[in-house]
T-cell receptor, first 112, second 115 residues
Framework: GDSVTQMEGPVTLSEEAFLTINCTYTATGYPSLFWYVQYPGEGLQLLLKATKADDKGSNKGFEATYRKETTSFHLEKGSVQVSDSAVYFCALLYTGGFKTIFGAGTRLFVKA | EAGVVQSPRYKIIEKKQPVAFWCNPISGHNTLYWYRQNLGQGPELLIRYENEEAVDDSQLPKDRFSAERLKGVDSTLKIQPAELGDSAVYLC?????????????FGPGTRLLVL
């Protein structure tokens, strides 16, 4: 079945460090791919998305490219801030059942 | 624009008791979702509504869980009776419609603890 695999956390970085959170997926057809972020005490918020191969989603300095050949959607940011500390979820939406499947989440801690 | 509203935010009950969660989606959003998020995991879909109709409830444990969305607006998710394993965060989300790339907007969730 369809699934999403994320790198395990927690990931701990110093402020201004480069961030990569790996995400790979298994899906039939052509899903849309998403990154959601969950700040402490809040609900999930859409961070960025890509709906077809080679699309790049970007928002707030984060970006991810839909790579069909490697079935990946890795999240990157060039310089993280303390305020980026949160849990990040990779997700896919496949149109067959209109169902979103989430990865387990990766917790990011950024130290000042 | 108001976001997705959920209540209560926290609920502590004893096992075998009933519990209900309420969700008011973003105005104009036809699609409403209920998810369960266990500790350290991503959300898992329980049920999806298109207006008043439950179009995907395959993951809803129907022996104890029920949901309704009267008039195609707000929705209630009920558990009766609750079990220890039901302790989780219950998330409600809404979207304009279902489809390719459709963005879901999440509420803050209801954190349930069953003792």
């Amino acid at each position: 079945g369809d699934s999403v695999t994320q790198m395990e956390g927690p990931v701990t970085l110093s402020e201004e460090a480069f961030l990569t959170i790996n995400c790979t997926y298994t899906a039939t057809g052509y899903p849309s791919l998403f990154w959601y972020v969950q700040y402490p005490g809040e609900g999930l918020q859409l961070l960025l998305k890509a709906t077809k191969a080679d699309d790049k989603g970007s928002n707030k300095g984060f970006e991810a490219t839909y790579r069909k050949e490697t079935t990946s959607f890795h999240l990157e940011k060039g310089s993280v801030q303390v305020s980026d500390s949160a849990v990040y979820f990779c997700a896919l939406l496949y149109t067959g059942g209109f169902k979103t499947i989430f990865g387990a989440g990766t917790r990011l801690f950024v130290k000042a | 624009e108001a976001g997705v509203v959920q209540s209560p935010r926290y609920k502590i009950i004893e096992k075998k008791q009933p519990v209900a969660f309420w969700c008011n989606p973003i105005s104009g959003h036809n699609t409403l979702y209920w998810y369960r998020q266990n500790l350290g995991q991503g959300p898992e879909l329980l049920i999806r509504y298109e207006n008043e109709e439950a179009v995907d409830d395959s993951q809803l444990p129907k022996d104890r869980f029920s949901a309704e969305r009267l008039k195609g607006v707000d929705s209630t998710l009920k558990i009766q009776p609750a079990e220890l394993g039901d302790s989780a965060v219950y998330l409600c989300a809404s979207s304009l419609a279902s489809g390719v790339g459709e963005t879901q907007y999440f509420g803050p969730g209801t954190r349930l603890l069953v003792l």
